[in-house]
């Protein structure tokens, strides 16, 4: 089992950027897929990005392709998602997610952080 904790969210402004990470804890944190989620006030968690357990495949939600980047450093036991030109539609809780399987597939996710708060001002 493996433990997640976000870190990184905040305010900014539109056309800002903020990097969060995602710590993990527990073991073979290499062996996981690793996902970014997140949910508006209102509305249901959405999927943005993923990446393979090796870090050689990512995939991205197509409102956030171009504009986001998501990076994992095994040795650290950490995943990154760098968020540029940020929209105010960006603002919502953001979740770390780790799975076992097929990194692309959704379901697979099973194991979330507590969240971190990013807000884009207008």
């Known amino acids: 089992q493996v433990q997640l904790v976000e870190s990184g969210g905040g305010l900014v402004q539109a056309g800002g950027s903020l990097r969060l990470s995602c710590a993990a804890s527990g073991r073979s944190f290499s062996s996981y897929a690793m996902g970014w989620f997140r949910q508006a006030p209102g509305k249901g968690r959405e999927f943005v990005t993923a990446i393979h357990r090796s870090g050689s495949s990512t995939y991205y939600s197509d409102s956030v392709k171009g504009r986001f980047t998501i990076s994992r450093d095994n040795a650290k036991n950490t995943v990154y998602l760098q968020m540029n030109s940020l929209k105010p539609e960006d603002t919502a809780v953001y979740y770390c997610?780790?799975?076992?399987?097929?990194?692309?597939?959704?379901?697979?996710?099973?194991?979330w952080g507590q969240g971190t708060q990013v807000t884009v001002s207008s």
């Open positions: 997610a780790a799975g076992s399987g097929t990194y692309y597939r959704v379901g697979v996710y099973d194991t």
